[in-house]
């Protein structure tokens, strides 16, 4: 059954040139540099399924506030002067870009600017972007997912059992396994008579064959694509290919998941774009939290994708799988890639939406944050008016969601009542929107996509076919992305529709609304257990119990609030251990958990804590005080004897580096920061295995020596040294990691008086343990005068 298709009349929304089937828009460079600058599109015919080209012009502009900035160089431009009194009142049009380039270099002389964006220039950088915001065009209008050639590739290197070097001549590819959307797969590798070279140059002919769209690939930026390209440098191989034959451009790139910055080289072929499932899972995660790690046999078993009857080869077993066991490793390729399609078809139609929508192509749309995909829309309809766009203006916000807590303990049952959409909601309904927007933009904008997502969410329940019902789910999570950027966007100092006033208005109003949630469900003789920026745990009375009543009695709290603002029914739980602000686990009556905050579990912690702090939980929330105390014992005996549940995997600290080791170096030396482990270990396996240290590379080691308070970077050894059969290989420091292990524990503190406390977390034995008469606490909190309702969310 065939997905509804969107309606893409709306020209500020979709934009207002209807061609459809563009499948990607590639800026020709190449050009001589005065003549007109041209792009190239890639247009798949609903016909014969095939892809047709298409050259059109391309005009480079800005905007600028001043044209008298550009009086000596008239006769190379056009200009219009824009409507609206904004602060960039002009936009300057080129024919080539070499005009548009000197034009840029001349305003900076002009101002004696020395920045790469002078303030008197607003500049769209992305030469494809330039065009699809002139034009009105955008990718994939009159397409589903499926309609697009998604091809899928990994993979295999043999080394000599250090990390694979491209530029080291033995550490070859000798598989690379292919799949695609169209049921194809073929697994190509060496054999008799076929060199590394032969294999890449089959690799290059099998891509321009097959002729995909979109590669995609798992972590295939930072390792796949660039250890091809490297290696096809090596042979000799012309690496071509992109749609016109082209070798593919690489630049440095980086994208932000919430804590975390990753630095990667990202690759920009022609006609083609490149997905990464890796970002996609991270991504996800930034919201979910549940991910242990972003591995891709993790990622795919959290999904439900590995494929039955999986193959699994250790890493360091692969060169040995390679030489002795070939068939096997033919197999556990083909199985990664197809858990790499099966990720990215469930990940990306979201972003295959947001495409439809905005000025960007595909691949760049999976990799811009937030704030810019909105700004895009504004830009692109602020130019089709032809008003003038307003400057970024300074400073920063001052309020931030409202957060606290009245209850910690062992709690239950617990129900979650939140806000439907916040913010959302409170921009719409309290007339919300930046002083810079002349056009009325931002509210019919955000009402526009409010609309549609309510209308899709309502196709989406009603769809009886679970691949339709998949295709409007992406549909409306697309829409959410960007409703959830309109309050970023007002708070964020780059954007050029910031609004710091009314940034912090919609937080007041949303701190204003959750306190008369927490005071209706207090007169109406519920329990408030914490309260979350848009949502409030609590204790619903004695006589309201059961799904149905407790979810009545939640949204029945609406009545009490202004219009427009609906209360939600979000989950219902049976017990809730509340540590802290925003740290908390919840016991699902299907036996599940779920947490929230790193205060309880912390991905920056070894796995077995992780997994004591989580089973310690499951025990307290099931009031199991006897099994607490043995899981201690456990765990306790577990380190002594190095019987370790999954080896080094259950004690090593896995670190990213976020800084380069230049970096780190002058910072060590000028005093701005002790020596870490992480850094001091990857310069060793430079110098050990000749693997280049990079930004963003992710060191797992663990801790050696004797006592439990050793020096970090002093003593330590990189996971893969870990080797209790090898007597030379460095020990694990049992001491330490019973220290670790009681660290983990004195989480629990808030739970037990004192002296019950020592009962349940000691190894000293000799009377026995009893769990008779210990009894775990509840504490109530008096609501914070300094709570954090001044935290800016970002």
């Not at 160089?73 to 300057?92: A, K, M, Y």
């Not at 046999?297 to 070939?326: C, M, Q, S, V």
């Not at 925003?582 to 299907?590: I, S």
């Not at 080094?648 to 000028?670: I, Q």
């Amino acid at each position: 059954m065939a997905t509804p298709a969107p309606d893409t009349s709306d020209a500020t929304l979709y934009g207002h040139d209807d061609t459809p089937r563009i499948v990607d828009v590639q800026p020709l460079l190449n050009r001589p540099s005065r003549e007109q600058a041209m792009v190239r599109l890639y247009r798949r015919s609903k016909e014969c399924d095939a892809v047709v080209t298409e050259d059109a012009p391309l005009y480079p502009f800005f905007f600028i506030s001043d044209i008298g900035l550009l009086r000596h160089r008239r006769d190379t431009f056009r200009t219009s002067r824009l409507q609206g009194g904004g602060f960039f009142e002009h936009v300057v049009v080129f024919s080539c870009w070499q005009d548009y380039y000197e034009a840029i270099r001349h305003v900076k002389r002009q101002t004696d600017s020395d920045q790469r964006r002078p303030d008197e220039l607003y500049l769209v950088s992305d030469p494809v972007q330039q065009y699809l915001t002139q034009s009105g065009r955008t990718c994939f209008k009159d397409m589903t997912l499926d309609d697009l050639h998604r091809l899928q590739l990994d993979i295999e290197v043999i080394s000599d059992g250090s990390f694979p070097n491209a530029e080291r001549a033995g550490d070859e590819v000798v598989i690379v396994a292919l799949t695609d959307n169209r049921g194809w797969s073929e697994v190509l590798h060496q054999r008799s008579g076929v060199s590394e070279a032969t294999l890449l140059r089959e690799l290059v002919h099998t891509i321009n064959e097959r002729d995909p769209d979109v590669l995609e690939g798992y972590n295939v930026f930072a390792f796949d694509l660039a250890y091809l390209q490297d290696r096809c440098a090596l042979h000799n191989v012309e690496f071509a290919i992109g749609r016109d034959g082209s070798v593919p451009r690489t630049f440095d790139s980086s994208m932000r998941f919430a804590e975390r910055t990753v630095d990667f080289p990202a690759m920009d072929i022609a006609g083609r774009h490149v997905i990464d499932a890796y970002f996609q899972v991270m991504a996800f995660d930034v919201f979910k939290r549940d991910l242990p790690d972003y591995s891709l046999k993790t990622a795919a078993r959290y999904f439900g994708f590995a494929p039955e009857d999986r193959t699994y080869i250790a890493g360091e077993d692969l060169t040995e799988a390679w030489h002795n066991d070939r068939e096997r490793l033919l197999d556990y390729a083909l199985d990664d890639v197809i858990e790499t399609g099966r990720l990215a078809k469930h990940l990306s139609g979201s972003t295959f939406y947001l495409t439809q929508m905005l000025p960007m192509t595909y691949g760049r749309a999976a990799r811009r944050g937030p704030a810019a995909k909105i700004e895009s829309l504004f830009v692109r309809e602020y130019l089709r008016q032809r008003y003038a766009l307003p400057q970024s203006n300074w400073g920063s916000q001052s309020m931030g969601g409202y957060t606290d807590i009245f209850r910690t303990g062992v709690i239950g049952p617990v129900v979650y009542a939140d806000v439907e959409s916040l913010y959302p909601s409170i921009m719409l309904n309290y007339d919300i929107q930046p002083a810079g927007d002349a056009l009325d933009l931002f509210p019919r904008l955000l009402d526009r996509l409010t609309t549609l997502r309510l209308d899709t969410k309502s196709a989406m329940r009603s769809a009886e076919d679970e691949e339709v019902e998949s295709e409007l789910d992406a549909r409306q999570s697309s829409y959410k992305i960007l409703i959830n950027s309109f309050y970023g966007m007002l708070g964020f100092s780059l954007a050029a529709f910031n609004d710091f006033a009314e940034a912090d208005r919609v937080a007041r109003i949303g701190q204003d609304l959750v306190q008369q949630i927490i005071d209706v469900i207090r007169e109406r003789g519920g329990t408030v257990v914490e309260v979350d920026t848009d949502g409030v745990f609590f204790v619903p009375p004695e006589d309201v119990r059961g799904a149905d009543t407790e979810r009545d009695f939640t949204i029945g709290l609406t009545d009490a609030m202004p219009e427009g603002i609906r209360i939600g029914f979000d989950g219902r739980y049976k017990k809730m251990l509340s540590y802290k602000k925003k740290n908390y686990a919840l016991l699902t009556y299907d036996g599940d958990l779920k947490f929230k905050g790193s205060s309880l579990i912390s991905r920056s912690n070894e796995p077995f804590g992780r997994t004591f702090v989580r089973r310690a939980i499951r025990r307290l929330l099931d009031h199991d005080i006897e099994g607490l105390h043995q899981l201690y014992l456990d765990t306790r005996q577990r380190i002594t004897d190095r019987t370790w549940e999954q080896g080094v995997d259950s004690f090593a600290r896995t670190e990213t580096l976020k800084t380069s080791v230049e970096e780190y170096e002058a910072a060590v030396e000028a005093g701005e920061r002790p020596r870490a482990a992480t850094y001091e270990l990857a310069i060793q396996r430079e110098e050990d295995t000749g693997q280049p240290v990079r930004v963003g590379d992710r060191i797992s080691y663990y801790i050696t020596g004797d006592s439990a308070n050793v020096t970090a970077f002093k003593h330590c050894a990189r996971a893969e040294q870990w080797d209790p059969d090898d007597p030379k290989a460095p020990n694990e420091n049992t001491a330490y990691y019973l220290r670790r292990l009681d660290e983990f524990a004195r989480k629990f503190t808030p739970f037990f008086c004192e002296e019950d406390f020592d009962l349940v977390f000691s190894p000293e034995d000799l009377f026995g343990f009893s769990a008779e008469g210990i009894e775990l606490v509840t504490e109530v909190h008096e609501s914070e005068e300094d709570n954090e309702t001044t935290e800016v969310p970002f």
